[in-house]
């Protein structure tokens, strides 16, 4: 590797799947003003894709990020990022997970790698350090994520090989198709696998032999090790993520009352369920291994599975988290304890999103409660609440495209629009894509996912601590710490309306600079304020790469990334504050069978919050466009100028009508 | 030697952080450790390399240190805390 570089790899690698052609760029012609990862996809995006580019047009590019920090052993610095023109909002896609295959990226020499073209015939890229190959991948087609990974270390011979991967859904050009890692941890999000089908590429493998030199190794190790020490003593005190990963939140959601039952009709389930389907016994019982990556501060979130009895005997599997389980398992109301892993592998297997399935089936079995639908539309299939038969069914149905899972496979929205029927009220959604987030009683939560560029989903701004406390052992000492970490007086309060735009502007910060450096928002002040906060990422940053900084100039880089997500969602859709809002159903409904019984959003203090996001951020509140001032102060001016040529640029604005 | 590991998580801190103790440089390649997967069974093991070959770096106990630095870095320590310190005082004899 190039000895004067820190912490990156250093190159850029560019393929191009129509003619083979394979280049490399320097990171460093971007990282300076875009950090890695996350913000030099968007920037590429933004550049190279002209107007006229729709998601699975050739000329779309999938952009493959390690973070900057992954290749070291800082805190939870195990992250990558997938990015490009998505299927399912039509504007910017980007999804992170943790990775082994980014760790081996980086050691090859690159920071990122751009797919560009469409290969002739189905394909892999194998990349063993220098030495880059774009192979036949016939033989690999049609296969499981799971096969798939069989299969490439045998053919490559290496059975620790790291891959990502497409399954069956994205070869099929389901909308709601991810990337896996391996066996599990998924690409989730934004149908990144659909892209990567239309590009007839099946997989990438990657080896590496180099390494990661940092600038100040003193001062970056000296850092580690205080971080490490702190989280000894935090995690001594208590460290339910070690333990049962996201599911730990189960107790908590319940007692918040925020557990989606039958979508959204309920924000609880019934307490026998409860009893019956406890996931934390769950994992208690099948748990046979630990599962981990590199640095986390927490030991890990994954535990391997063994199922040994039940309808699921036999499979051996990483546990799922809380998505799973509150959109596949609770919101379709099912019963089996077991069924939460059967559920979360099958969809890692055959590389679909988790919650496209929710989101999808969820709108399905309520079409179908309330004769919207009828077995004539189902194939004959009996969508009751709780038919986890049925479920598995559908998931084979969407990823294959056949029958009634062709018309889900395109995800809630466009399955309730082939249907009418008056059906769209039951389609919860953000820009197109299946919501999982459940929007009532946690406002921080719901102005960030409602808001977010990427539609929905809650790692792109929605806060989360403000519900945590409730379960903090040292409940006092977090308040005090939360209130000044995220400047407000009231972060445990759920249900007020004030600061949260403001809450919602850190954590869109926080989540930009943990998705450029690869640092897993965990480890953060996302789920803990004591965790790790922006000055210390900052520091890591300025010792592991040598360039100076401010925090202030360290957050406007974030802030100038979400600037460019928009402008970008502005350039290929007609986005705009509607947009931003939640769902009719959450906007008038109130609470139903939960511990916030009767709760509901009030509309004019939600969309004071609302304007207050928008001026907080220098975007018009009347239409969420960015101002020219706001822009040409993070040096986007010529954005402005674009933005201007499609009459999309905000206006300073008083007063506004709703 | 290989060492079936009861409670590692694979995450190859370790690994990472012993490289860094022998080049100053984060890799798997100069590390005394390797961390691979568990034939036909989920888990991990930990191979140490003991004595130099072309490919390795051997473990050197990291003698210049109180506290091991991959031990420093493991949440998950019990089980290599057993393998470190059995090659230590291997190594002392
Ligand atoms: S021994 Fe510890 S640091 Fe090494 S891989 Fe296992 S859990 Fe991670
Ligand atoms: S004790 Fe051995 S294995 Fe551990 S860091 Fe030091 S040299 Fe590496």
Redesign the interface.
Request: proline share 7%; glycine share 14%; hydrophobic share 30%.
């Given at each position: 590797m190039i000895k004067d570089i820190y912490a990156y790899a250093g190159n850029i690698l560019r393929i191009n799947l129509s003619d083979g052609k394979i280049r490399k760029d320097s990171t460093l012609d971007y990282s300076k003003e875009w950090l890695g990862s996350s913000g030099i996809a968007i920037k590429i995006l933004y550049d190279e894709l002209k107007p006229w580019v729709t998601p699975y047009d050739p000329a779309n590019k999938l952009i493959i990020g390690a973070g900057v920090l992954l290749?070291?052993?800082a805190p939870g610095a195990n992250k990558m990022n997938i990015s490009t023109l998505g299927p399912i909002t039509g504007g910017w896609a980007s999804s992170c997970s943790d990775s082994?295959f980014g760790?081996e990226l980086k050691?090859a020499g690159y920071d990122t790698i751009i797919i560009e073209g469409r290969a002739h015939h189905p394909v892999y890229i194998w990349i063993d350090n220098n030495n880059i190959e774009i192979r036949d991948a016939s033989h690999f087609w049609g296969k499981t994520t799971w096969e798939t990974l069989e299969m490439s270390r045998k053919e490559l011979r290496n059975?620790?090989l790291h891959i990502i991967s497409i399954g069956p859904a994205g070869e099929n050009l389901v909308r709601g198709a991810n990337i896996i890692q391996d066996r599990g941890r998924a690409f989730g999000r934004c149908g990144t696998g659909a892209v990567m089908g239309s590009k007839n590429l099946k997989m990438i493998a990657v080896k590496?032999?180099?390494?990661?030199?940092?600038a100040n190794?003193n001062k970056f190790?000296g850092i580690?090790?205080k971080i490490?020490e702190k989280?000894?003593r935090l995690?001594k005190l208590e460290n339910p993520m070690?333990e049962y990963g996201t599911l730990s939140v189960f107790y908590v959601k319940r007692k918040t009352g925020t557990v989606n039952y039958k979508n959204f009709q309920y924000y609880d389930i019934p307490d026998a369920l409860a009893m019956k389907i406890d996931p934390i016994k769950t994992i208690e019982k099948y748990k046979?291994?630990?599962?981990?990556?590199?640095?986390?501060?927490?030991?890990?979130c994954?535990k391997?599975l063994?199922l040994n009895e039940g309808p699921y005997a036999g499979l051996?599997t990483e546990n799922n988290q809380w998505e799973v389980f509150e959109n596949i398992q609770t919101r379709l109301a099912i019963q089996e304890p077991t069924f939460m892993v059967k559920a979360n592998a099958l969809c890692n297997q055959l590389g679909v999103d988790v919650d496209l399935i929710g989101g999808a089936v969820g709108w399905a079995m309520e079409c179908y409660q309330r004769n919207i639908i009828d077995q004539g539309d189902t194939d004959g299939l009996e969508l009751n609440w709780g038919n986890a038969e049925v479920v598995l069914e559908l998931i084979k149905k969407i990823c294959y495209r056949q029958g009634f899972g062709n018309i889900l496979s395109e995800g809630c929205v466009k399955a309730s629009s082939v249907i009418g029927r008056n059906s769209e009220y039951f389609a919860l959604h953000n820009k197109g894509q299946d919501l999982y987030e459940v929007c009532r009683g946690a406002l921080g939560w719901c102005l960030g996912a409602c808001t977010s560029t990427r539609g929905g989903g809650h790692t792109t701004g929605a806060v989360t601590c403000e519900a945590i406390p409730e379960n903090r052992k040292k409940k006092e000492n977090w308040i005090k710490k939360a209130k000044s970490v995220y400047g407000v007086y009231n972060p445990h309060m759920v249900l007020e309306y004030e600061g949260k735009a403001k809450m919602v502007l850190y954590m869109e910060i926080l989540h930009r600079i943990n998705n450029c450096l690869g640092v897993c928002h965990f480890n953060t002040t996302w789920s803990n304020p004591e965790y790790i906060d922006l000055s210390e990422l900052m520091n890591l940053y300025t010792t592991a790469t040598g360039n100076k900084t401010s925090l202030e100039d360290f957050k406007k880089n974030a802030i100038r990334q979400l600037n460019l997500e928009k402008a970008f969602n502005l350039k290929f859709t007609n986005y705009d504050r509607k947009d931003d809002m939640p769902n009719l159903r959450d906007m008038q409904e109130p609470i139903k069978g939960s511990s916030l019984e009767g709760w509901k959003i009030d509309k004019e203090k939600y969309n004071k919050m609302m304007d207050e996001y928008y001026e907080i951020h220098g975007w018009d509140k009347q239409n969420s466009f960015p101002t020219k001032k706001t822009l040409i102060d993070l040096g986007l001016a010529e954005v402005a100028e674009d933005l201007k040529r499609i009459g999309k640029i905000g206006k300073t604005r008083k007063k506004i009508k709703y | 030697m290989v060492f079936d590991m009861l409670d590692c998580g694979g995450c190859k801190t370790c690994e990472l952080v012993c490289s860094f103790h022998h080049t100053k440089e984060f890799s798997h390649q100069f590390s005394s450790l390797k961390v691979l997967n568990k034939r036909n069974y989920p888990g991990y093991q930990i191979l140490l390399v003991e004595k130099e070959d072309k490919m390795n770096i051997p473990c050197d106990g990291c003698k210049d240190i109180e506290t091991p630095l991959c031990l420093q870095f493991c949440g998950k320590r019990d089980d290599l805390e057993k393998i470190i310190y059995r090659f230590k005082r291997a190594k002392l004899q």
């Open positions: 290749g070291t052993p082994f760790l050691y059975p620790n590496g032999s180099g390494s990661i030199k940092v190794e190790m580690l090790l490490r989280f000894e995690n070690h046979i291994a630990q599962h981990s990556f590199p640095g986390c501060a927490l030991n890990g994954g391997h063994y051996t | -």
